[in-house]
T-cell receptor, first 112, second 116 residues
Framework: DGGITQSPKYLFRKEGQNVTLSCEQNLNHDAMYWYRQDPGQGLRLIYYSQIVNDFQKGDIAEGYSVSREKKESFPLTVTSAQKNPTAFYLC???????????FGPGTRLTVL | GQQLNQSPQSMFIQEGEDVSMNCTSSSIFNTWLWYKQEPGEGPVLLIALYKAGELTSNGRLTAQFGITRKDSFLNISASIPSDVGIYFCAGPAPNAGGTSYGKLTFGQGTILTVHP
């Protein structure tokens, strides 16, 4: 089955620790994205990558970092510099031809 | 940057009722996308629209691409309890050069509650 996987579904970390969220896709999409969603809120773009070894900051990149070493993978690191990291994180990828963006199931990060 | 205004913010309806929601943009869109997000899950693409005036259905869902290209509408007929969720509209978010690179602008969402 083609799709986007995110792991883990739930993640708990202590304040001050860095944590890396996984995102893998087998849709052969070039572009991938990370969003943050807070309760009752819309989606805010953290980082995006149009192609391997290239990525750009989104609207709320501070305190986050990414890498794009493989087409299929776009991991997101939430660093200790992120002041309010508890949120629901969504990964997505795009079929450029149709601008249709597909989402993974999300990871809920709770920082204690 | 572009903004999408989605309304209503929330809806509480009885099972069997029809639902209408809309999305308006401050600028022209070439594509409109409608997503549904269930609690604790990622958004799922429901309908994609590519031409002004286009009317597309997916089961009980019908969406329209407004003639002005600045708005879109989503209707759900004969609602059922599993329609509960947040519905988002979205469209490409071009930069100053006119290329979106696949980036989307999202509305704030319409929270739908269906009472049995």
């Amino acid at each position: 089955d083609g799709g986007i996987t995110q792991s883990p579904k739930y993640l708990f970390r202590k304040e001050g620790q860095n944590v890396t969220l996984s995102c893998e896709q087998n849709l052969n999409h070039d572009a991938m994205y990370w969003y943050r969603q807070d309760p009752g809120q819309g989606l805010r773009l953290i980082y995006y990558s149009q192609i391997v070894n290239d990525f750009q900051k989104g609207d709320i990149a501070e305190g986050y970092s990414v890498s794009r070493e493989k087409k299929e993978s776009f991991p997101l690191t939430v660093t200790s510099a992120q002041k309010n990291p508890t949120a629901f994180y969504l990964c997505a990828s795009t079929d450029w031809e149709f601008n249709e963006q597909f989402f993974g199931p999300g990871t809920r990060l709770t920082v204690l | 940057g572009q903004q999408l205004n989605q309304s209503p913010q929330s809806m509480f309806i009885q099972e069997g009722e029809d639902v209408s929601m809309n999305c308006t943009s401050s600028s022209i869109f070439n594509t409109w996308l409608w997503y549904k997000q269930e609690p604790g899950e990622g958004p799922v693409l429901l309908i994609a629209l590519y031409k002004a005036g286009e009317l597309t259905s997916n089961g009980r869902l019908t969406a329209q691409f407004g003639i002005t290209r600045k708005d879109s509408f989503l209707n759900i007929s004969a609602s059922i309890p599993s329609d509960v969720g947040i519905y988002f509209c979205a469209g490409p978010a071009p930069n100053a050069g006119g290329t979106s690179y696949g980036k989307l602008t999202f509305g704030q969402g319409t929270i739908l509650t269906v009472h049995p």
